[in-house]
């Protein structure tokens, strides 16, 4: 018997069939996974949602901005020989440091070693931005794992998406750090959609919990609004997938919280995704406006 979640697939990709005949000319949508405290599941989420995209039938590249401390490739149980370094001191594009992933997903490493970390001045990180944009045209979805924190580099690869999740937890430093992340965004004149998702939880209500307090917070000291994308239970599942290095939406498609990833990439999607939408400000207009707000 066919299940809800197959016939809402399929019509997703009725959908995305009809979208790709109407758009020959590809622009990908750019989201970025962000968090303020470390170690809160930014690159366990990043991979498992996009693997739910990739089954609904969309072309999805995973960046790892965590330049030096990248672990794509270990939650993802894969080995690349290339990473972004390459594009700065190897001249290489990013067609060819972009690797296979799990189900489709290609993968770009942000490497492991102190020369990433180099990485960071404004004209490496630009020259690694005109890159991405080329990336743009040749697929749907670009999904950027930032580091923790609120780093300028971390703030850069933020402002050049066009929305953010972030992943808080019920530790108190979590939402705080949340908070410091989403205060630093608006005071950069960050404008796109914020995004929350409650990871770590004991159960729907802890999720809504949690938000509801970030979102009072957020909309008292800084007049914004944060959307609820949903929540992710503590369970030994995601544990055990990241010891076998196998994404726990594969190794355990069952499990409720690999169908709250589903659940989340389907109403993404459902949202308003409209890759041709003309008024969208161009990846090249945000990194310009970073680099003219800094005055350089
Ligand atoms: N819902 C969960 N249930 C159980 N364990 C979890 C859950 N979410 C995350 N973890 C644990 O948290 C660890 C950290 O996950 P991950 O590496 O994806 O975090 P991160 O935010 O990317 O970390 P970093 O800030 O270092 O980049 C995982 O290895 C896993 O053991
Ligand atoms: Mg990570």
New binding site residues.
Partial sequence: MIDQATKLREMMRTKLKEEKLENKNKKARVLA?S?G???????????NFSISLRRLGYDVVVLDA?LG?S?IE??SGISLNNSISDIIFANKDIFEIMGNGPEGVKIISGGSGLKELKLLDDENFNKLISEIEKLQKSTDFIVI?T???ISSSVINFIMTADEVII?C?PDPTSLMDSYTLIKSLVYTGYTGKINIVC???SNRDEGREIFEKLYNTVENFLRVQIKYFGY????????????NQVPFIISNPKDP?AKRINIMAMNYMDAKYSPLEEERISFARRIMDIFIRRGD
């Avoid at 405290?37 to 991979?47: H, L, P, Q, Y």
């Fill in positions: 996974i968090s405290k470390g170690g809160v599941a930014k690159t366990n989420f990043a991979i965590d401390l672990n270990i939650i794992d580091g923790a924190g992943i937890t990871n770590l939880v992710i239970e503590r369970n030994r599942h995601i544990r055990n997938a990241v010891i919280n």
